[in-house]
Structure formats: structure tokens, C-alpha cells
């Protein structure tokens, strides 16, 4: 199983390159973020726990993200491969990641790192912002402060996969298509 976890700030690309993505190589896709705006749509329990603090550009509890993949793993342990979509987002987060994809025999296959700055960052999102419908896109502070959270709190997670020999830094700027030729060949390699 090729287990990809695509990772990097807020407005990195993670999402429009995991689509391709999924596109090219037939790999299943979960976006944490993404389960839990349906889940607030819903008006489910789960979203209304995650609601407040995804409202404020914080972090949602570690155990409610780790149910998701959890959950996800039990319906999907047998795809072919899933890119892992800001997701793990915490040193807890990676490790218990690393717990069960090790009772089912599995792996974090390689971290895909997308590089990008600040100022960037901040324009993507608020551009992101016009058509989203996402209302952490909307407001600057709360962009500002949900790029803090991923350099106080979740960085660190490249660490981790380093540590394992398993990450891959990209540049994250640059066009579309660019972006996804670098991703590629990283993928490309661990085919062969
Ligand atoms: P995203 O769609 O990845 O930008 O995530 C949107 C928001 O969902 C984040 O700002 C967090 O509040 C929350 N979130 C998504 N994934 C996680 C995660 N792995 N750990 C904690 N919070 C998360």
C-alpha cells in the first residue's frame, strides 16, 4: 500500500495537488480538514465538537482526528494507496498513525513536504477565500493565525518522517502543473 502523506501549511496546494493526484496514480484520498466541514454541515455531534476551534484557525483535538482515520482505515485498509491530506498535524498525531498502520502491516510509504512562504500563503487563501465558501478563508487573522498554529504545532511532524528517511521537501511554488511534475517524480521513484 502506498501511504502518501501530503503535507505542508495552510494554502500549500495540498488539496489541488492531491486531486491530480488521484487522478494519475488511482490512490484514495482523505482530507481530515474535509471530513470535518462535512461532518459541521451534518450537524453531527463530531461537528459540533470540531466546529469552534476550526472556526479560529486552532487545532481540533488530536483523539476526534485520530477516530477519523481510525474509521477510515477500517473501511479503506485494503486501497491500493491514500494520500493523507493535513493529516498528521501533531507529533501524537504521527505517532499513533505509525501505531496502526502497524497492526494492519502498513506504513507511511513517504511525507511529500510543499514548500511555500508566508506572503503567499496568505494571498492563496484569501483569493481561495472568494470562492470557497470556507469561512476560515475569509478573514486574514484567522489565516494568520492558522499558519502560527502549523509553525508552533504541526512542523515539527517533518521531523518525525525524517528521522525515518521518509521526507521529501518540494517547492511549492510555481504553476500548477510545475508543482505536480515535482510530486511525481518523487512518487514515480518509490514506484520503481
Ligand atoms: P484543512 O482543511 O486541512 O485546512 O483543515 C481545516 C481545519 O481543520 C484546521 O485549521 C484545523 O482546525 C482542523 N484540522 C484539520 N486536520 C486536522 C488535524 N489533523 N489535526 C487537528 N486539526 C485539524
Given at each position: 500500500?502506498?501511504?502518501?502523506?501530503?503535507?505542508?501549511?495552510?494554502?500549500?496546494?495540498?488539496?489541488?495537488?492531491?486531486?491530480?493526484?488521484?487522478?494519475?496514480?488511482?490512490?484514495?484520498?482523505?482530507?481530515?480538514?474535509?471530513?470535518m466541514r462535512n461532518e459541521i454541515r451534518r450537524g453531527t455531534a463530531l461537528g459540533r465538537q470540531a466546529e469552534k476551534q476550526m472556526e479560529g484557525g486552532g487545532l481540533v483535538s488530536d483523539e476526534l482526528v485520530l477516530d477519523i482515520i481510525a474509521d477510515y482505515l477500517k473501511q479503506h485498509g485494503d486501497a491500493k494507496g491514500t494520500i493523507f491530506d493535513g493529516f498528521p498535524r501533531t507529533t501524537r498525531q504521527a505517532e499513533e498513525f505509525d501505531r496502526m498502520l502497524c497492526d494492519?502491516?502498513?506504513?507511511?510509504?513517504?511525507?511529500?513536504?510543499?514548500?511555500?512562504?508566508?506572503?503567499?500563503?496568505?494571498?492563496?487563501l484569501l483569493n481561495r477565500g472568494k470562492d470557497s465558501g470556507r469561512a476560515d478563508d475569509l478573514d486574514e487573522s484567522v489565516i494568520r493565525n492558522r499558519i502560527a498554529v502549523y509553525k508552533k504545532q504541526t512542523e515539527i511532524v517533518k521531523e518525525f518522517y525524517a528521522r525515518q528517511g521518509k521526507l521529501e521537501v518540494i517547492d511549492g511554488v510555481g504553476g500548477i502543473d510545475a508543482i505536480f511534475d515535482r510530486i511525481c517524480r518523487v512518487i514515480d521513484k518509490l514506484e520503481k
Open positions: 500500500m502506498l501511504n502518501i502523506v501530503l503535507f505542508g501549511p495552510p494554502g500549500a496546494g495540498k488539496g489541488t495537488q492531491a486531486d491530480r493526484l488521484v487522478a494519475k496514480y488511482g490512490l484514495l484520498h482523505v482530507s481530515t480538514g474535509e471530513v494492519m502491516g502498513e506504513t507511511v510509504t513517504v511525507m511529500i513536504s510543499l514548500e511555500v512562504g508566508d506572503e503567499e500563503l496568505v494571498a492563496r
